[in-house]
T-cell receptor, first 113, second 112 residues
């Protein structure tokens, strides 16, 4: 069974600084990887996904993540964060033909002015 | 853009009462899910539904829970006799073949 680990429960950062949110998964068999974002009092929105092809995937608001098979990681990065990026970020994965996403515990990104 | 809709957005119920949480998945999707998120904790998988039957469920999804797709559009989660620890945000999601899951905005269930 797939498991997803997000080691950082909270990441505080100043505005315009770079940030990396870490995600590791356990099973590499036919893995699909996702980052979801949850703004305060809202639902989960898909930020970006890796299904196949290029290992570097990007979102429309400047986030990117790289699928690293050797390190079983899918870390989320942004070179310069905004106050509006403050949210909870969830890494999720499916594998082995299962379509059911398994979620990590989430990382709370807190951007300070 | 198609979206998953959930009603109500907030439900308050007394302990021991039955509640039904409703969801309208995206119309051409095949797989349907319920997840829950207890305040401050991770998003936990409850159950998946495909081809009019439960395809997988977690240990959380005990006999108090049931799901139904009563017509071609709705997907419901019923909790038969609510407990205080059932208080959580409940998310419905749906997906097509080999696509990511799309989530609704959630229903906040408060058991008092």
């Amino acid at each position: 069974a797939q498991s997803v680990t997000q080691l950082d429960s909270q990441v505080p950062v100043f505005e315009e600084a770079p940030v990396e949110l870490r995600c590791n998964y356990s099973s590499s068999v036919s893995v699909y990887l996702f980052w979801y974002v949850q703004y305060p009092n809202q639902g989960l929105q898909l930020l970006l996904k890796y299904l196949s092809g290029s290992t570097l995937v990007k979102s429309i608001n400047g986030f990117e993540a790289e699928f690293n098979k050797s390190q079983t990681s899918f870390h989320l990065r942004k070179p310069s964060v905004h106050i509006s990026d403050t949210a909870e970020y969830f890494c999720a994965a499916t594998s082995g033909g299962s379509y059911i996403p398994t979620f990590g515990r989430g990382t709370s990104l807190i951007v300070h002015p | 853009e198609p979206e998953v809709t959930q009603t109500p957005s907030h439900q308050v119920t007394q302990m021991g009462q039955e509640v039904i949480l409703r969801c309208v998945p995206i119309s051409n999707h095949l797989y349907f899910y319920w997840y829950r998120q207890i305040l401050g904790q991770k998003v936990e998988f409850l159950v998946s539904f495909y081809n009019n039957e439960i395809s997988e469920k977690s240990e959380i999804f005990d006999d108090q829970f049931s799901v139904e797709r009563p017509d071609g559009s709705n997907f419901t989660l019923k909790i038969r006799s609510t407990k205080l620890e059932d208080s959580a945000m409940y998310f419905c999601a749906s997906s097509g073949q080999y696509t990511e899951a799309f989530f609704g905005q959630g229903t906040r269930l408060t058991v008092v």
